[in-house]
Structures are given as structure tokens and as C-alpha cells.
């Protein structure tokens, strides 16, 4: 990754997805026992931050004439890649699994993309997607490894860098890699004494793992309510430069999650998917840590099921209590 | 107003506050039947558009020497002001209703702020406060009646008119008048085309019915679940500013302010305070009106007490399909 390409890729991304809010939230910090902000990725067209990483990629294809591209996702990149591509005329090719939640699969369809759904989990939509491909000569869209991806998702930290260069840690979603190693970088230039953070749950712990042994570690399964960042097998050349960037990279329980997301909800007033939620539980693990400091966390995507929201955040505050009180 | 007078409040308003996301939302648009965006004055410290005109109140104060305000507030304009006292080294006293939800009255008090509770309603608070301010001698800050406050409000104008030109419509809570009178004015400036709505509950009509009458009318009572817009004593001045930039004024019902949270929640992910739901509701008592144009409405605050929400909203997406077949 290069800094002047990641400051380039500002120009191409649609300006809805640029500068997004990132505010203080004592609230949330009274109740975490530290100065925590928010940089939130929720308040535009396909809530999540997806879609820098993919108007780099769409703007590129468009640049070359390409007309038709594919990507495999959990569902917050489809429905980026979908958003794109209609707005450049891009014919868009989504491959999802079954299992991912419905209202993100609503979202591609109702995006204009195709949506292709299989059996198995995100990698066999990852095999699938790369098949169509293939036949049809058409790009594969690789989140993470694809350094559009990273540059698009990279212009967060130019933002961050900006916006909060008091920060002491920078706390980041870590799936395939593309917002940590994006991020990351951008950190480790422009404001190298914020610590850089990967968190993923203990349920899909394959970068973490990797991160820790300085080699490819997979997994056979994922088991997490963050569908978003549930992968099992982590790109070798992505890992490459999380070694680079990363200071850390923690797992975190499901419980934690779960009352990371009730807390932004009582705190914040904001409704997330668990991956959002990834920083908050990394800091109710380990108060210690953090006590004190100021810690910007990034809500990088509110798509979720609401049924499923409301059973692991509770119904209402009067739940709060009692599931704090048996952590 | 003056538009170089809000221009120049820009330089005054702390960079948080200022450039809210405005985005398309294509769900709720679906839902709607119209194109919708959402201009977003919930991402920041208070959780409300209030702050930017405290921001103007408090910085001219510190110019001039002065080192202690107080305001009445339904609870947003209290907790801004206390973030902006905060900010700039200066004592804030708040007068609230005992009635105003108990979420806005804890962070008040969390932002430092001096807060007293009144019985009775906003107008109780609105008379302690002015004799708290004659008594020490220290400002009033009176919400739409202050320049300041209004021409805080009118840089959400400013911004709306670059973010979104191509607007139809700008729907805009209707309370004590200062953003509808703000952002009315910036608009029939700068995008006279675009037309300005203001909506209010059927429980709160006061300035609705000024407006139509064109004339001061007063209410004995306000029954909305929309708190912050739950005035009963129009200001003159005020009217008389609103009867040049509004080219409507709307009542609504407190079933489609319920529906309109609903909607938001379901469709954009967004927790809002009942007051912030107003525009949604007025498109869903008039889809006729609205039908196939492009609208922006303004979410002007998310600060609500979770077990109201909980009860106005329902717990789940599933109890969505009755409460919008009842409509």
C-alpha cells in the first residue's frame, strides 16, 4: 500500500461514503472506564464501509472498460459492490451463503445485483464466486486481498488521523483484513504512536491466529453471531501486512459481543451488527488496558437482522442489568 | 438571518457538529414510495442538531467576558448547552420538566451542567429560567427567539442545499421554530425550488396553527410523545420569520410518529427520538403528496428513553405487519 494512493482513492469514492462522523461519546466512556469516540461507517447508502473499497474497485473496472464483475460476500460487501456498480452501470455478479443474514441478502437483491446464494459458508461462496469468474472472464473482486479493497477501506485512517490525533488506540474489526491492514497502515504513517488493534471473536479466530504465529493458520469452522468477519481462511499476502501494521490483535467471546452492542445501544443510541460491536467487547475484556486512555472504535457496518438483534441485545434496558451483572 | 451571519456560525460551531451525513436510504424509500434522504444530526456528542446553535450562543458569550448562561429546555438544548459550557470554561444552569425523559435529564447532569427540575411543563421551565436569569444576571438562552440559535440551525441548511440539490422537499420538525425558521431560510436562498415543510403533532399544534392563522395562537395543553417539540406558546418573532420561509405546515398523529420510528428503525437502522420521526410520519399521512419525488428529512435527535421506544416501536420486526395493516 502507498500513502498517495490511499489520499487518490478519496477522488474516486462517491463522497457519501468520505468523512464520516467521528465524535466522543462520554456515555459509552463513563461506562467503559475510558475516553472512547466512535467513527462510524453506518450513515450512508449500504451502512457499512464496504463501499469505499468498492468505488475504488468499480471506478478502476470503469476506467478500463470492463463492464461485469463478482464477488463472493458476507453481505455488507455485495451490497457495496451492488450500490457501485449501478451507479457506474456495472453489471454486478454477488455470491452469498445461505446462511448469512437476510436482511443483508434483501439488501444485494434489492440493489440491482445478481445474487447467487449457496450452501456452505462464505468459503464456499468464495469458490463459487471465483468459478463464475473464471467463466465468464470477468474480475473477481477479492475483499482483502484485492488492494483496492485496502485503500479504499484505508481512507478511514486518513480520516481517523485527522480527526482524533489524540488517540491512543485505534480499535478495528479484523475479518479478512482488508479495514485492518487498510487502516492500519495509514495509522502506522501518519500517527505511528496510536496503537493499532485487530479484534475478532474466539468463535473465527483464523487472522488472529495466523497474526500471533507469523504464518497462515486456518480453521475448519466459524462459529459467531459476526458474520461479517467469520472467515476461515486467511490470504498469506494479507496477513504480510497485518505483521506490518498490527500492535495487537485480540479474541473475544460471544457474551462480550453481545453486551458490546447493548452498550452502544443504551450508550450511543446506535442499532449494529456484531462485528461493529468487536471493539467495545475487546475493551470489556480488558478494562485495564484501555482505563483512561482514549480509544476510537470504528462501527464499520448496522446491517443486521432484527429479530436476531433484539434476542442478543435484549428487549428493552431492564434486561442490561442482569446480563452485566453475569458477566 | 442572514446568510453571512450563518456562514460565518460555521467558523464558531465546533467541526464535530458541522458536515452530518446526508444519504440516500432505499429501503425506507421503497417503504415510502418516494426517494428518501436522511440528513443525520445524530452523530455527535449530543445526539441532537441542538449543539450547533449553543456553539453560537456560547462562543459569542466567552467574547464578550461572560462566564455563566442558562436555558429552559425540553432536554437536547440543555445538554448541548452544557457540552458547549463545558467546552468553553462556562457555568450552565438548565430548568427542565420533570415530565422530560429521564435520558435527557442524566445527561444534562453528566455534562456538568447545573441542572433544576420544575414541575409542571417546558413553559414552567421557560418561566424559572428567565427569573434564574434576572436574579444573577447572566443570559438567557431562549431557543428560536435567540438569533444564534436559528442561525446555528440554519448551517444545516447550508449543507443540505450543497448535499442534496436535487431536493424536492425538506421535511422539518416543527417545535419552537429555530431549525424550521434556520434551515427554511438557507433553503429559500440558496435552493428556492426545494419546498419547506414543517410538521408537527396533532398533540402540539400551537405554531402549526399560528402558521395557518398567521397569527400568535396559544394552546392550554400538549400531548405528544414527541417531547421536543411540545411547546405551547409560540414566539412572535418566530412566526413571523416562519410565515416567510415555510411553504407548509403539517399536523400529524401520534400513530404515524410511532410508525415513522418503526420505519426508521426497520429500514434505516436508526434509533430516533419520536420528535425526529415527524417528517417520515408526514410522508405516511400523505403518500400522495410525496409520491416519486426525492425528500430529505431531517433526523434531528436520538435521545429517548429505551423503554418508551421499546413500547412505541415494539420489540421485534414482527409486530411491524399489524401495526401498519391498523393504519
Known amino acids: 500500500m502507498e500513502l498517495d494512493r490511499v489520499r487518490a482513492a478519496r477522488g474516486v469514492i462517491d463522497p457519501v461514503f468520505l468523512d464520516s462522523p467521528l465524535f466522543g461519546c462520554d456515555a459509552l466512556g463513563r461506562a467503559l472506564g475510558c475516553a472512547v469516540s466512535i467513527k462510524l461507517e453506518t450513515a450512508n447508502p449500504v451502512r457499512s464501509f464496504k463501499a469505499r473499497g ?3 474497485v468499480v471506478g478502476g473496472l470503469r476506467d478500463q472498460g470492463q463492464t461485469a464483475v463478482v464477488c463472493a460476500s458476507a453481505g455488507n460487501l455485495g451490497w457495496a459492490l451492488g450500490w457501485s456498480g449501478r451507479r457506474h452501470g456495472m453489471d454486478v455478479t454477488v ?7 437476510a436482511a443483508k441478502l434483501d439488501r444485494i437483491r434489492a440493489s440491482g445485483a445478481v445474487l447467487e446464494v449457496v450452501d456452505g459458508d462464505f468459503e464456499s461462496a468464495r469458490e463459487r464466486a471465483a468459478e463464475i469468474a473464471r467463466r465468464r472472464g470477468i474480475r473477481l473482486v477479492e475483499d482483502s486481498l484485492d488492494v483496492e479493497t485496502c485503500e479504499g477501506a484505508a481512507t478511514i485512517g486518513l480520516e481517523v488521523a485527522q480527526q482524533a490525533p489524540s488517540a491512543d488506540a485505534v480499535l478495528i474489526a479484523l475479518g479478512g483484513g482488508a479495514m485492518a491492514t487498510g487502516v492500519g497502515y495509514v495509522l502506522k504513517v501518519l500517527a505511528p504512536a496510536t496503537e493499532v488493534i485487530c479484534v475478532q471473536p474466539h468463535g473465527a479466530p483464523a487472522m488472529t491466529r495466523s497474526w500471533r504465529e507469523r504464518r497462515v493458520v486456518t480453521t475448519d469452522s466459524a462459529d459467531t453471531i459476526a458474520d461479517g468477519v467469520a472467515g476461515r481462511y486467511p490470504i498469506s499476502a494479507v496477513l ?6 498490527a500492535d495487537d490483535a485480540v ?3 460471544e457474551a462480550s459481543i453481545m453486551a458490546g452492542m447493548r452498550l452502544l445501544l443504551q450508550h450511543a443510541g446506535l442499532v449494529v ?3 461493529a460491536a468487536l471493539g ?8 485495564d488496558r484501555f482505563a483512561g486512555r482514549h480509544v476510537v472504535t470504528i462501527i464499520c457496518g448496522s446491517n443486521v437482522d432484527l429479530d436476531d438483534y433484539h434476542r442478543w441485545v435484549g428487549a428493552g434496558p431492564q434486561d442490561l442489568g442482569a446480563v452485566e451483572a453475569g458477566r
Open 54 to 56: 468498492t468505488e475504488v
Open 95 to 101: 455470491v452469498a451463503s445461505r446462511r448469512a443474514p
Open 240 to 245: 504480510d501486512d497485518l505483521l506490518v501494521v
Open 251 to 253: 479474541l473475544v467471546e
Open 273 to 275: 451488527e456484531p462485528s
Open 280 to 287: 467495545v467487547a475487546a475493551v470489556l475484556e480488558d478494562p
